[in-house]
T-cell receptor, first 120, second 112 residues
Framework: DAGVTQSPTHLIKTRGQHVTLRCSPI?????VSWYQQVLGQGPQFIFQ???????GRGNFPDRFSARQFPNYSSELNVNALLLGDSALYLC???????????????????FGPGTRLTVL | AQSVTQLDSHVSVSEGTPVLLRCNYS??????LFWYVQHPNKGLQLLLK??????LVKGINGFEAEFKKSETSFHLTKPSAHMSDAAEYFC??????????FGAGTRLTVKP
Protein backbone atom coordinates (compact mmCIF):
# COMPACT_ATOMS: atom_id res chain seq x y z
CA ASP A 1 0.00 0.00 0.00
CA ALA A 2 1.23 3.48 -0.84
CA GLY A 3 1.97 5.71 2.08
CA VAL A 4 1.65 9.47 2.23
CA THR A 5 3.37 11.05 -0.75
CA GLN A 6 4.66 14.58 -1.07
CA SER A 7 6.00 16.60 -3.96
CA PRO A 8 8.41 17.97 -4.73
CA THR A 9 11.14 16.37 -2.65
CA HIS A 10 13.35 19.44 -2.66
CA LEU A 11 12.71 23.01 -3.67
CA ILE A 12 14.85 26.14 -3.84
CA LYS A 13 13.21 29.56 -3.95
CA THR A 14 14.27 33.16 -3.41
CA ARG A 15 12.87 35.65 -0.95
CA GLY A 16 9.51 37.12 -1.96
CA GLN A 17 8.53 34.22 -4.19
CA HIS A 18 5.53 31.95 -3.76
CA VAL A 19 5.61 28.17 -3.28
CA THR A 20 3.06 25.36 -3.50
CA LEU A 21 3.66 22.02 -1.82
CA ARG A 22 1.51 18.99 -2.51
CA CYS A 23 0.43 15.99 -0.49
CA SER A 24 -1.49 12.82 -1.28
CA PRO A 25 -2.88 10.97 1.74
CA ILE A 26 -3.12 7.27 2.30
CA UNK A 27 -6.11 5.82 0.47
CA UNK A 28 -9.19 6.07 2.67
CA UNK A 29 -7.78 8.82 4.89
CA UNK A 30 -9.86 11.98 4.93
CA UNK A 31 -7.73 14.16 7.17
CA VAL A 32 -4.50 15.90 6.18
CA SER A 33 -2.25 17.94 8.45
CA TRP A 34 0.75 20.11 7.62
CA TYR A 35 3.80 20.67 9.81
CA GLN A 36 6.94 22.79 9.54
CA GLN A 37 10.17 21.35 10.89
CA VAL A 38 13.02 23.79 11.15
CA LEU A 39 16.45 22.20 11.39
CA GLY A 40 17.14 21.02 14.92
CA GLN A 41 13.58 21.44 16.14
CA GLY A 42 10.43 19.38 16.41
CA PRO A 43 7.66 19.73 13.84
CA GLN A 44 5.27 22.66 14.37
CA PHE A 45 1.60 22.30 13.48
CA ILE A 46 0.43 24.55 10.63
CA PHE A 47 -2.98 23.31 9.45
CA GLN A 48 -5.34 20.40 9.63
CA UNK A 49 -8.06 19.72 7.06
CA UNK A 50 -10.83 17.17 7.34
CA UNK A 51 -13.40 16.53 4.64
CA UNK A 52 -12.15 19.59 2.77
CA UNK A 53 -12.70 21.96 5.68
CA UNK A 54 -10.10 23.57 7.90
CA UNK A 55 -10.28 21.95 11.33
CA GLY A 56 -7.28 23.50 12.98
CA ARG A 57 -4.67 26.19 12.48
CA GLY A 58 -1.37 26.73 14.23
CA ASN A 59 0.40 29.97 15.01
CA PHE A 60 1.56 30.86 11.50
CA PRO A 61 1.11 34.12 9.56
CA ASP A 62 -1.51 34.59 6.87
CA ARG A 63 1.18 34.07 4.24
CA PHE A 64 0.54 30.39 4.86
CA SER A 65 -2.62 28.90 3.41
CA ALA A 66 -3.84 25.46 2.47
CA ARG A 67 -6.70 23.65 0.90
CA GLN A 68 -7.97 20.11 0.50
CA PHE A 69 -9.45 18.76 -2.68
CA PRO A 70 -12.39 16.37 -3.23
CA ASN A 71 -9.94 13.46 -3.57
CA TYR A 72 -8.53 14.47 -0.13
CA SER A 73 -5.15 15.52 -1.49
CA SER A 74 -3.91 18.84 -0.20
CA GLU A 75 -1.79 21.84 -1.11
CA LEU A 76 0.15 24.13 1.19
CA ASN A 77 0.84 27.59 -0.19
CA VAL A 78 3.33 30.07 1.18
CA ASN A 79 3.47 33.62 -0.18
CA ALA A 80 6.19 36.25 0.10
CA LEU A 81 8.81 33.73 1.20
CA LEU A 82 11.24 34.70 3.94
CA LEU A 83 14.60 33.16 4.76
CA GLY A 84 13.04 31.80 7.94
CA ASP A 85 10.60 29.72 5.92
CA SER A 86 13.44 27.37 5.03
CA ALA A 87 12.44 24.05 6.59
CA LEU A 88 11.22 20.53 6.04
CA TYR A 89 7.47 20.60 5.42
CA LEU A 90 5.71 17.45 6.52
CA CYS A 91 2.31 16.23 5.55
CA UNK A 92 0.43 13.67 7.64
CA UNK A 93 -2.80 11.87 6.94
CA UNK A 94 -5.24 10.13 9.22
CA UNK A 95 -8.69 8.62 9.27
CA UNK A 96 -9.73 11.35 11.64
CA UNK A 97 -10.52 10.73 15.27
CA UNK A 98 -10.45 7.03 16.19
CA UNK A 99 -12.13 5.65 19.30
CA UNK A 100 -9.78 3.86 21.66
CA UNK A 101 -10.54 0.70 23.59
CA UNK A 102 -11.38 2.50 26.84
CA UNK A 103 -13.49 5.14 25.13
CA UNK A 104 -10.84 7.74 24.63
CA UNK A 105 -10.20 8.91 21.11
CA UNK A 106 -7.01 9.66 19.31
CA UNK A 107 -5.73 10.78 15.99
CA UNK A 108 -3.02 8.51 14.62
CA UNK A 109 -1.22 10.31 11.88
CA UNK A 110 1.00 8.84 9.21
CA PHE A 111 3.73 11.10 7.91
CA GLY A 112 5.12 11.58 4.45
CA PRO A 113 8.84 12.01 3.74
CA GLY A 114 8.54 15.78 3.56
CA THR A 115 9.50 18.55 1.17
CA ARG A 116 12.77 20.31 1.90
CA LEU A 117 12.31 24.03 1.11
CA THR A 118 15.34 26.28 0.91
CA VAL A 119 14.79 30.03 0.62
CA LEU A 120 17.79 32.05 -0.59
CA ALA B 1 -3.10 24.59 26.02
CA GLN B 2 -1.13 21.43 25.48
CA SER B 3 2.63 21.05 25.36
CA VAL B 4 5.42 18.56 25.87
CA THR B 5 8.88 18.95 27.32
CA GLN B 6 11.59 16.50 26.42
CA LEU B 7 14.01 16.73 29.27
CA ASP B 8 17.14 15.71 27.39
CA SER B 9 18.21 17.09 24.04
CA HIS B 10 20.83 14.37 23.64
CA VAL B 11 21.21 10.92 25.20
CA SER B 12 24.21 8.68 24.61
CA VAL B 13 24.25 4.99 25.55
CA SER B 14 26.39 1.98 24.78
CA GLU B 15 25.02 -0.85 22.69
CA GLY B 16 23.27 -3.40 24.88
CA THR B 17 22.54 -0.98 27.74
CA PRO B 18 19.09 0.41 28.67
CA VAL B 19 17.60 3.47 27.03
CA LEU B 20 15.54 6.11 28.85
CA LEU B 21 14.15 9.13 27.02
CA ARG B 22 12.16 11.45 29.27
CA CYS B 23 9.00 13.36 28.41
CA ASN B 24 6.66 15.49 30.51
CA TYR B 25 3.38 16.77 29.13
CA SER B 26 0.79 19.41 29.86
CA UNK B 27 -2.82 19.15 28.70
CA UNK B 28 -6.15 20.54 29.78
CA UNK B 29 -7.93 17.39 28.69
CA UNK B 30 -7.30 13.68 28.77
CA UNK B 31 -4.51 13.57 26.25
CA UNK B 32 -3.36 11.08 23.70
CA LEU B 33 0.40 10.65 23.79
CA PHE B 34 2.76 9.35 21.15
CA TRP B 35 6.42 8.67 20.55
CA TYR B 36 7.74 9.09 17.01
CA VAL B 37 11.21 8.29 15.68
CA GLN B 38 12.94 10.10 12.82
CA HIS B 39 15.97 8.54 11.17
CA PRO B 40 18.19 10.80 9.05
CA ASN B 41 16.60 11.60 5.72
CA LYS B 42 13.57 9.48 6.53
CA GLY B 43 10.02 10.25 7.55
CA LEU B 44 8.57 10.15 11.03
CA GLN B 45 7.58 6.69 12.21
CA LEU B 46 5.17 5.96 15.04
CA LEU B 47 6.81 3.93 17.83
CA LEU B 48 3.85 3.69 20.19
CA LYS B 49 0.74 5.48 21.40
CA UNK B 50 -1.23 5.94 24.62
CA UNK B 51 -4.97 6.31 24.18
CA UNK B 52 -6.39 5.97 27.72
CA UNK B 53 -6.25 2.18 27.78
CA UNK B 54 -3.36 0.41 29.55
CA UNK B 55 -0.85 2.79 31.12
CA LEU B 56 2.10 0.64 30.04
CA VAL B 57 2.29 0.80 26.28
CA LYS B 58 4.37 -1.52 24.14
CA GLY B 59 5.59 -0.35 20.78
CA ILE B 60 7.72 -1.53 17.92
CA ASN B 61 11.37 -2.56 18.11
CA GLY B 62 11.20 -3.37 21.83
CA PHE B 63 10.30 0.13 23.02
CA GLU B 64 7.87 0.77 25.86
CA ALA B 65 6.41 3.83 27.54
CA GLU B 66 4.51 4.28 30.79
CA PHE B 67 1.82 6.91 31.23
CA LYS B 68 1.96 8.39 34.75
CA LYS B 69 -0.82 10.90 35.24
CA SER B 70 0.33 11.93 38.73
CA GLU B 71 3.74 12.84 37.33
CA THR B 72 2.44 14.03 33.91
CA SER B 73 5.14 11.91 32.35
CA PHE B 74 5.40 9.54 29.40
CA HIS B 75 8.98 8.28 29.40
CA LEU B 76 10.24 5.98 26.64
CA THR B 77 12.38 2.97 27.54
CA LYS B 78 14.11 0.04 25.92
CA PRO B 79 15.96 -2.68 27.85
CA SER B 80 18.86 -3.04 25.43
CA ALA B 81 19.97 -0.47 22.85
CA HIS B 82 20.90 -1.47 19.33
CA MET B 83 23.01 0.50 16.90
CA SER B 84 19.97 0.87 14.63
CA ASP B 85 18.16 2.78 17.40
CA ALA B 86 20.32 5.85 16.82
CA ALA B 87 17.90 8.54 15.67
CA GLU B 88 15.87 11.56 16.77
CA TYR B 89 12.90 10.79 19.03
CA PHE B 90 9.86 13.01 19.49
CA CYS B 91 7.27 12.92 22.24
CA UNK B 92 3.89 14.19 21.05
CA UNK B 93 0.66 15.19 22.80
CA UNK B 94 -2.74 15.50 21.15
CA UNK B 95 -5.89 16.66 22.87
CA UNK B 96 -9.49 16.78 21.75
CA UNK B 97 -8.74 19.34 19.07
CA UNK B 98 -6.44 16.83 17.37
CA UNK B 99 -3.52 19.03 16.45
CA UNK B 100 -0.37 17.33 17.58
CA UNK B 101 2.23 19.19 19.63
CA PHE B 102 5.75 17.88 19.28
CA GLY B 103 8.55 18.17 21.77
CA ALA B 104 11.89 19.56 20.67
CA GLY B 105 13.28 16.07 20.24
CA THR B 106 15.94 13.89 21.86
CA ARG B 107 18.87 12.72 19.79
CA LEU B 108 19.86 9.18 20.76
CA THR B 109 23.43 8.13 20.08
CA VAL B 110 24.40 4.47 20.47
CA LYS B 111 28.08 3.72 20.96
CA PRO B 112 29.52 0.33 19.94
Amino acid sequence: DAGVTQSPTHLIKTRGQHVTLRCSPISGHKSVSWYQQVLGQGPQFIFQYYEKEERGRGNFPDRFSARQFPNYSSELNVNALLLGDSALYLCASSLGKVMGIAGGSYNEQFFGPGTRLTVL
Amino acid sequence: AQSVTQLDSHVSVSEGTPVLLRCNYSSSYSPSLFWYVQHPNKGLQLLLKYTSAATLVKGINGFEAEFKKSETSFHLTKPSAHMSDAAEYFCVVSDQFEDMRFGAGTRLTVKP
